[in-house]
């Protein structure tokens, strides 16, 4: 098999949704003796990217979307140790997670792995997170990009109070700040200072990739 | 005569030609300044039926709302199978803190709906208990003159809540047959549930389902997934149906009339022409005021406009898209006692809208 098929079924794993055939194909690249880090960027990342623009256009729906987050998962889980210790994969990191009082997170866990497909470090900082937190990860991981989710209208508080601690942190120009979720538009997140409110997770990715 | 407000709720939900729609919300409406106002609160008044009943009868009292409506989330019946809740405070709603059953579609480790709870039992148990005692509360103090809602969970939210909905959701791809054998054994206790709140006082079954969303499912997805199981348990009841489901739900409005509801509640999400196009006069259409915009974050003129623009579409009852956000203000309402006028500004209810918008000859306050 050569390179560009290999690079093929694994983008096309992730695109039929079929787990055990991504695992099948990143076990291939390896014993072809292809760079994983290859694989993973020209590979299945290629696949996700495909998913996340059709679910951006409704052409595809959430239960397509995970079932293809976890193909592509699944070809991870083989290539990522194959990564020489001494070649990082990626040097950007991003903090995502669903803000105090909101434990609503498949929105949040999309943005994840679409972020994830796109190169970033993705430090998962779960969902019902205090501010706080929120601000610790984001100095402890030297997160550059910072993104906050919420389903429900009561918790948009919680979001401005994350925005305005991380304001608070000395840290606010060295770190891009986005916000998701149904209650939220592009006035909520001008009003409580965030650098973006994303419709979707292709949306969040163009934009911190526009930024980082 | 006028009529009361009861009268003119029950008229459009029959989508009787009115003077004017009626102002009232099905979904979720308990704001701080509600509590405040008649000072019952969260997180009591979640599981005390005293204090339900008269946090929702202050949608009437002291909002001008034309009905009552009660519980306040979407966990209380996942709590009464088991799952793990916290319980929030006066101003976060209650969180469900874990699961009741295995269900794990990527590792194929699952429990069957073989093990369920006893169905009185069910009825009998924590805040499915208190909304029921509540509704009857509600009827008896409230009844003569408003509508009663009783909100439940619908059963493919519910069916997420007790498995997980990621894992449920993954499995509508990978494995639907399972997951509607589930979704089906689930809705065994909404029906139940819903015909209990009947029972119990309310005029309406006011279903919540956000789970089968068109930004979850597929909308041919919805009918299978879904749709075919509130048909069965809301659509077959011996009362007044509301199905209420987020997001723009336009593709699957004629999916929403097929479940035999009396009427759907939806969000601003579709614009309010659309889903009157698309409704066709199928049934009550009940919305769609935006929550978080205008509601919560806009001035009274924003909502104004927008209720102006719900009514001039042809909405039935003009109504919050979906749950009031509990933040939202209504200036004075604190101070203003129950069952006056309002001398400074004639406003209707939470919605803020001025009368003269809606055509409102007096203001509807209690009419005894």
């Known amino acids: ?212 | 005569m006028a009529m009361s407000c009861r009268e003119r709720v029950l008229a459009a939900l029959k989508q009787e030609n009115l003077d004017r729609p009626p102002v009232a919300v099905f979904t979720t409406c308990d704001t701080i300044g509600m509590m405040k106002a008649c000072g019952a609160s969260w997180p009591e008044a979640h599981s005390d039926p005293q204090k339900m009943a008269t946090l929702a009868c202050a949608q009437a009292d002291y909002f001008g709302l034309e009905s009552v409506r009660a519980g306040f989330c979407l966990t209380q019946e996942a709590e009464a199978f088991g799952c793990p809740i916290n319980m929030g405070t006066e101003k976060s709603s209650p969180m469900l803190k874990g699961h009741r059953y295995n269900y794990n579609p990527m590792k194929k480790i699952y429990d069957e709906p073989d093990d369920l709870p006893d169905m009185d039992e069910f009825l009998r148990t924590g805040r499915i208990k208190t909304t029921l005692e509540a509704m009857g509360i509600m009827q008896k103090t409230h009844g003569e003159d408003y509508v009663v809602v009783g909100g439940n969970t619908g059963p493919f939210t519910l069916t997420g809540h007790l498995l997980n909905t990621e894992n449920l959701v993954y499995s509508v791809w990978t494995e639907p047959e399972r997951a509607q054998k589930w979704t089906k054994a689930i809705s065994a206790y909404s029906k139940a549930y819903g015909q209990a709140l009947l029972d119990a006082g309310a005029d309406v079954v006011q279903m919540s389902e956000p789970s089968a969303s068109t930004d979850i499912l597929a909308p041919t997805d919805f009918p299978i997934q879904s749709g075919q199981f509130v048909k069965d348990c809301l659509g077959s009841l011996k009362g007044h149906t509301i199905l209420h489901i987020c997001g723009d739900s336009a593709p699957i409005i004629p999916y929403m009339f097929d479940t035999g509801v009396d009427g759907i509640s939806v969000e601003e999400k579709v614009p309010s022409e659309k889903a009157i196009e698309i409704a066709n006069h199928r049934g009550c259409m009940v919305g769609n005021v935006g929550c978080a915009f205008p509601l919560f974050k806009g001035t009274p003129e924003d909502v104004a406009a927008a209720a102006k623009r719900s009514r001039d579409a042809g909405f039935n009852v003009i109504s919050a898209g979906c749950g009031v956000p509990i933040g939202t203000p209504v200036p004075g309402a604190a101070s203003r006692p129950p069952q006056t006028s309002y001398p400074s500004r004639r406003v209707c209810g939470i919605l803020l809208i001025p009368s003269d918008i809606l055509g409102i000859p007096q203001i509807n306050q209690r009419l005894k």
């Open chain 1, 1 to 212: 098999m050569d390179e560009k098929a290999i690079l093929k079924e694994l983008a096309d794993a992730v695109v039929a949704c079929d787990p055990p055939r991504a695992k099948k194909a990143a076990e291939t690249a390896l014993s072809e003796g292809m760079d994983p880090v290859k694989a993973i960027n020209e590979g299945l990342v290629v696949g996700m990217g495909v998913i996340g623009d059709n679910y951006a256009e409704r052409k595809m729906y959430l239960p397509q979307v995970l079932v293809a987050a976890h193909s592509m998962y699944e070809g991870l889980d083989v290539l990522i140790p194959a990564i020489p210790k001494d070649e990082s994969l990626t040097t950007k990191n991003a903090v995502c997670g669903v803000v105090q009082g909101d434990v609503h997170d498949i929105g949040k866990n999309i943005v994840k792995t679409m972020l994830t497909a796109a190169g970033f470090m993705v430090h998962d900082a779960g969902k019902d997170v205090p501010p706080e937190e929120f601000k610790k990860m984001m100095l402890d991981d030297g997160a550059q990009v910072v993104c906050l989710s919420t389903l429900m209208t009561p918790t948009m508080d919680n979001m401005a109070a994350t925005v305005k601690l991380i304001a608070n942190s000395g840290y606010r120009d060295k770190v891009i700040i986005t916000i998701g979720g149904p209650p939220t538009n592009d006035a909520f997140a001008k009003e409580i200072g965030a650098d973006h409110r994303d419709e979707n997770a292709q949306q969040c990715v163009s934009f911190v990739n526009s930024k980082v």
